[in-house]
């Protein structure tokens, strides 16, 4: 008897709520606070070469590939009496509370992140805050000509906000086409994003996948490369793999994340190139099995407190939070 697959384990009638995977809504969980972590330790730091917890930052693609798994399982095999605007309805409420709550605190406390790496804050006028606060409602990412933070940010307010751009332009190009692809096509197309991810990071001027929240080509470039092959590798993985169970898979599973997230630098300022591979090889192979053993484990017991905990508390903490450490200028976009 075929083992089952990640997707078939639980399969509702109706299109209500499938059962969470309470393990991997811990891992992200614990991808957020590293970020924290990442963002406070980079204050202190002399380079991005000796910072710690130096690949932080990779939580991002850890996200995206989430994300490709969580869509995978929780709609592919829905569409039989799932219509687009369903769908988009249903994306839109689970996303865009939290946008709106980002761009909110990121308006209400702009003026409290002065500092020499935003020297031109004071000088921001508050209509063009508010201008911004209501554009940035609707997640429509700004041209390089209208950012008021000196980083060239699609979305000054909420800096990160940029990876919840990109995660809509996942989420349209699976609802609109990807979700029709084979599970062979769906391969192909994986391995290409794979191959496209590997040459940016290698070919990389600063050896890494850091980028993505500019408007701009290679902005652009690096924010869909980081997306998708994380992404549809997430949905791929919903698809075709099977059930693992291993005793203790939350545990292991946020150790092999944090050794991933907190892993030096590599190769240093002489061989940027081999930073690449060690980001190539994490978000390739390190991720997908991180998501495939988390998905596969399960929790004995879960209390009241931890459902509210991995069903609110991880949420908002994922897509506001790590937006907001750039207050006293507390970390860049990542």
Request: hydrophobic share 55%; glycine share 10%; net charge positive.
């Amino acid at each position: 008897m075929p083992a089952p697959t990640l997707a078939s384990a639980a399969t509702p009638t109706t299109l209500g709520a499938k059962p969470h995977y309470a393990i991997l809504d811990g891992l992200r969980g614990v991808a957020a606070l590293t970020v924290v972590a990442f963002h406070l330790c980079e204050a202190h730091a002399t380079s991005h070469l000796t910072q710690i917890i130096n690949h932080g930052y990779l939580a991002v693609d850890f996200f995206f590939l989430l994300s490709g798994f969580v869509i995978g399982y929780a709609y592919d095999d829905r569409w039989n009496r799932l219509t687009l605007k369903d769908f988009a309805k249903a994306r839109l409420l689970r996303l865009q509370p939290m946008v709106v709550m980002g761009m909110l605190i990121g308006a209400l406390t702009f003026y409290f992140q002065a500092s020499p790496l935003t020297p031109g804050i004071a000088q921001v006028p508050g209509w063009q805050v508010v201008a911004l606060m209501v554009v940035g409602f609707t997640l429509l990412p700004i041209p390089p000509s209208l950012d008021i933070r000196g980083w060239q940010e699609m979305h000054p307010l909420n800096g990160p906000g940029w990876s919840l751009f990109y995660e809509y332009v996942a989420n349209l190009l699976y609802a609109l086409g990807v979700r029709k692809l084979s599970n062979a096509a769906l391969r192909v197309l994986v391995a290409l994003a794979g191959a496209a991810l590997v040459h940016l990071v290698v070919t990389s001027p600063t050896g890494d996948v850091v980028g993505g929240w500019a408007l701009d080509a290679m902005g652009v470039r690096i924010g869909l490369t980081r997306m998708l092959f994380p992404f549809f590798a997430g949905l791929l993985l919903s698809r075709t793999a099977s059930l693992v169970r291993i005793p203790n898979a939350f545990l292991w599973c946020s150790l092999l994340l944090l050794a991933a997230l907190a892993f030096p630098r590599v190769g240093g300022a002489s061989h940027l190139w081999l930073n690449g591979l060690y980001e190539s090889f994490a978000i390739i192979v390190v991720f997908p099995l991180l998501v495939w053993l988390g998905a596969g484990g399960q929790i004995a017991s879960a209390g009241a407190a931890l459902q509210v905990f991995r069903r609110h508390f991880v949420p908002a903490l994922h897509h506001a939070l790590p937006a907001h450490l750039h207050l006293h200028g507390l970390g860049e976009p990542q």
